[in-house]
């Protein structure tokens, strides 16, 4: 646990210094902005699950695979190696604070949307496994790049496999159909928290989502366990 609180610490400060709180408070700002421009001729809930679940993709997977790159970048990877430490603990450092981060956006965004008229429980779940779960998807696919651009080479279709599910959004099938992709269940979950639906399907999108975090994780830390040499 020492070891754990020194690295979050370590990380609040790099953040800090890198300006990514107040980058992540601006985007949030401009995600409420837009969502009043387009209140008069959109669905409101739709609109509000959409801006809500951009946050933990922004915030888990593109942060992630950045400050990877620029750990490997800077050669900080060897450093952390020769700590005595475990080195998963420096993946999980970061998924924790982006998680956070990400969960406190995504209240204040909802706050200043919709005041108090949805479910916590439902957000907190729904916006914290989906950014824990793309934390480690933005971890894996910073492994397997080179560069900045070979990653946002690799990010483009990802993020375009990711949106499939958002097609449920739009009355395109049920949600429960796209459980194969791994932003579903989180997608699901922030729905049920401004439209309720049947507590049975948020228990599957729950479980599909603690599935693809166990899955993801693993391999994270197969693949990203191989760098720290």
Known sequence: MNDLRHLLK????LLHRNNMFVLALVVSV????????????????LLVVIL???????????????LWLFDKNQNTLQAVAVLPIRTELYLWSKALILTSLAVAISFIMAIAIRGLHFD?????????????????????????????NQFLMYA?????????????????????????FPSAGGLGLIKSAFVPGPLWKDGIYL??????NWLVWRYARRLTLT???
């Open 10 to 13: 370590l990380d609040l400060m």
């Open 227 to 229: 760098h720290f040499v």
């Open 30 to 45: 401009i995600y409420v902005g837009v969502f009043y421009l387009l209140a008069p001729i959109v669905n409101l809930d």
């Open 156 to 180: 483009i279709p990802f993020l375009v496999v990711m949106g499939v599910p958002f097609l449920a959004l739009f009355d395109i099938g049920d949600m429960l159909w796209y459980q194969v």
């Open 120 to 148: 916590g429980v439902r957000l907190l779940l729904g916006v914290g496994g989906a950014t824990l779960l793309f934390a480690g998807l933005g971890f894996l696919l910073g492994a397997r790049s080179l560069t900045f």
């Open 207 to 212: 479980l599909q989502l603690l599935a693809w």
């Open 52 to 66: 809500i679940f951009n946050d933990p993709v922004i915030t888990g997977f593109l942060f992630a695979g950045v």
